[in-house]
Nanobody, 120 residues
Framework: HVQLVESGGGSVQAGGSLRLSCAQY?????MAWFRQAPGKGREGVAA???????MYDDSVKGRFTISSNYAKNMLYLQMNNLIPEDTAMYYC?????????????????WGQGTQVTVSS
């Protein structure tokens, strides 16, 4: 019964910024961002638990900031200093662990994805 809807993707030049949003309908689970580039597997980007904890993949530390407004069941990802390697479909996910995690097994709900393209 849970639905996730992402927005905010787009095309930017290297060094630019984007802010992704995810709305959670029908639930109040912890949420996270994953991404998948063509020909590659899905990888964790950043997570935000309902307990307030956060987690980042090393590839985005210092550049991306995850935040949430769980009173509104919203998740955000501020992406700064984007590089071409960030190009991927970004997915919002929701799961049942109060603590932030990027373990795929913790997430049972997924959004449709929003495309991020970074040009050199």
């Amino acid at each position: 019964h849970v639905q996730l809807v992402e927005s905010g993707g787009g095309s930017v030049q290297a060094g630019g910024s984007l802010r992704l949003s995810c709305a959670q309908y029908g639930g109040s689970f912890s949420m996270a961002w994953f991404r998948q580039a063509p020909g590659k597997g899905r990888e964790g980007v950043a997570a935000h638990g309902t307990d307030g904890s956060t987690m980042y993949d090393d590839s985005v530390k210092g550049r991306f900031t995850i935040s949430s407004n769980y009173a509104k069941n919203m998740l955000y990802l501020q992406m700064n200093n984007l590089i071409p390697e960030d190009t991927a479909m970004y997915y919002c996910a929701a799961g049942g662990s109060p603590a932030a995690t990027l373990r795929l097994s913790k997430f049972g709900y997924w959004g449709q994805g929003t495309q991020v393209t970074v040009s050199s």
